[in-house]
């Protein structure tokens, strides 16, 4: 085989490109000799000698069941089991650590902090974000979790708890008590309670209708409201009523929705997770929400 381009002595050289034929011919159509570069050719022959050994090292060739299983014994299935066990074993630490460790005591540790936060993170984009977002932003009844503004109180072990027992869940140890229907009971009329509505709108600096009573709406408040909501209206986490002077709602701030709400009553239904995940994602869970942003 010639490499280069000197012309053959018994072929004709091309006189257009002066480069030697090969002697074939087709239909007058002559065929150079310019043959594949040599380092070409050797990259070549070289994959060809891979492949070859790839074939007998590696699952190759397919059979009926199955592949050849080559002499490395390497095995895709096999592979990823180990890389399964590796990370299995390295969480699994970390794992009884957080179950272990008191839950005061988690958030001082960065590492075990790190872990929690995370396993919190999954756990609650599969049990809890359906209700609460993905972020936790929360929507009209749904609390926000960021926000600073609790109704059964934001620090570690009280969001803790409302995780394991729940608001209103049927468990007996979860958080019970509501918001009455003053309206459809029949305790305040509808005039009273646009007045009390105006009144709380004014406690978080809201606009009130044009002529409202505020006088009237605060006097309301305090003999039907400040029982549960307090006098400064600020709320009480032992019954979960709801801090009226911030500009966080959970059922929303329009004078109808407060309105509404005060003729209907409210009793939002949050579920309880003890029993139903184990206590080591609950501690995940708390330490994942009160790291969120709003905790105390
Ligand atoms: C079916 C809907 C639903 C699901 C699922 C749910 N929650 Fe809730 N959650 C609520 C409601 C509603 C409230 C408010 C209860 C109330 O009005 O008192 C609440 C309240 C809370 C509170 C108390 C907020 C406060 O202001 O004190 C925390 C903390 C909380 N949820 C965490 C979680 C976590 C963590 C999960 C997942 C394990 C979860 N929730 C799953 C509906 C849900
Ligand atoms: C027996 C206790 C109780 C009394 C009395 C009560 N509330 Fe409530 N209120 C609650 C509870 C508990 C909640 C939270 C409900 C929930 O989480 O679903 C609440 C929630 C609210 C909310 C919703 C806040 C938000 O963030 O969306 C408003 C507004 C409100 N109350 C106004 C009033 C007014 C006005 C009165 C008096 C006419 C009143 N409440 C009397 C217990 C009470």
């Given at each position: 085989?010639?490499?280069?381009?000197?012309?053959?002595?018994?072929?004709?050289?091309?006189s257009?490109?002066?480069?030697?034929t090969?002697g074939?011919?087709?239909?007058?159509?002559k065929?150079?000799n310019?043959?594949?570069?040599?380092?070409w050719?050797?990259?070549?022959?070289?994959t060809i000698?891979?492949?070859?050994?790839y074939?007998?090292?590696?699952?190759?060739?397919?059979?009926i069941?199955?592949?050849?299983?080559g002499?490395?014994?390497?095995?895709?299935r096999?592979?990823?089991?180990?890389?399964?066990?590796d990370?299995q074993?390295?969480?699994?630490?970390?794992?009884?650590k957080?179950?272990?460790t008191?839950l005061?005591?988690?958030?001082?540790?960065?590492?075990?902090l790190a872990?929690?936060?995370a396993?919190?993170?999954?756990?609650?984009?599969?049990?809890?974000?359906?209700?609460?977002?993905?972020g936790?932003?929360?929507s009209?009844?749904?609390?926000n979790?960021?926000?600073n503004?609790?109704?059964?109180g934001?620090?570690?072990?009280q969001?803790?708890?409302t995780?394991?027992?729940?608001?209103?869940?049927?468990d007996?140890k979860?958080?019970?008590g509501?918001m009455?229907?003053?309206?459809?009971?029949?305790?305040?009329?509808?005039?009273?309670?646009?007045?009390?509505a105006n009144?709380v709108?004014s406690?978080?600096?809201?606009?009130?209708e044009?002529?409202?009573?505020l006088g009237a709406g605060?006097?309301?408040?305090a003999?039907?409201?400040?029982?549960c909501h307090?006098?400064?209206a600020?709320?009480?986490i032992?019954i979960g009523?709801?801090?009226?002077?911030?500009?966080?709602?959970?059922?929303?701030s329009?004078?109808k929705?407060i309105?509404?709400?005060?003729?209907?009553g409210?009793?939002?239904?949050?579920?309880?997770w003890?029993?139903?995940?184990d206590?080591?994602t609950?501690?995940?869970?708390?330490?994942?929400?009160?790291?969120?942003?709003?905790g105390?």
């Amino acid at each position: 085989m010639s490499t280069n381009n000197t012309p053959h002595a018994d072929h004709e050289v091309d006189s257009y490109t002066g480069v030697s034929t090969t002697g074939h011919s087709w239909d007058g159509i002559k065929e150079l000799n310019n043959p594949l570069p040599r380092w070409w050719l050797w990259t070549f022959y070289i994959t060809i000698v891979w492949a070859v050994g790839y074939c007998f090292a590696y699952p190759s060739i397919p059979l009926i069941n199955g592949a050849t299983t080559g002499f490395l014994g390497w095995h895709s299935r096999s592979a990823v089991v180990q890389s399964l066990t590796d990370l299995q074993k390295s969480r699994g630490a970390l794992m009884q650590k957080l179950a272990s460790t008191p839950l005061d005591q988690i958030e001082q540790q960065p590492e075990l902090l790190a872990f929690a936060r995370a396993a919190g993170a999954a756990a609650f984009a599969n049990n809890c974000a359906p209700c609460h977002g993905a972020g936790g932003q929360g929507s009209p009844g749904y609390p926000n979790l960021n926000a600073n503004r609790w109704l059964w109180g934001g620090k570690l072990d009280q969001i803790y708890q409302t995780i394991l027992h729940g608001a209103r869940s049927g468990d007996p140890k979860g958080h019970q008590g509501s918001m009455p229907d003053f309206g459809k009971a029949g305790i305040l009329t509808p005039p009273q309670i646009e007045q009390v509505a105006n009144y709380v709108r004014s406690l978080s600096g809201l606009k009130t209708e044009a002529g409202a009573d505020l006088g009237a709406g605060a006097k309301i408040f305090a003999d039907n409201c400040a029982p549960c909501h307090g006098k400064d209206a600020k709320g009480n986490i032992k019954i979960g009523s709801a801090n009226l002077t911030t500009k966080v709602w959970l059922y929303g701030s329009s004078l109808k929705t407060i309105e509404a709400g005060v003729t209907n009553g409210h009793g939002g239904v949050m579920p309880y997770w003890g029993g139903r995940l184990d206590n080591t994602t609950i501690k995940a869970l708390a330490v994942f929400v009160h790291t969120l942003g709003g905790g105390q």
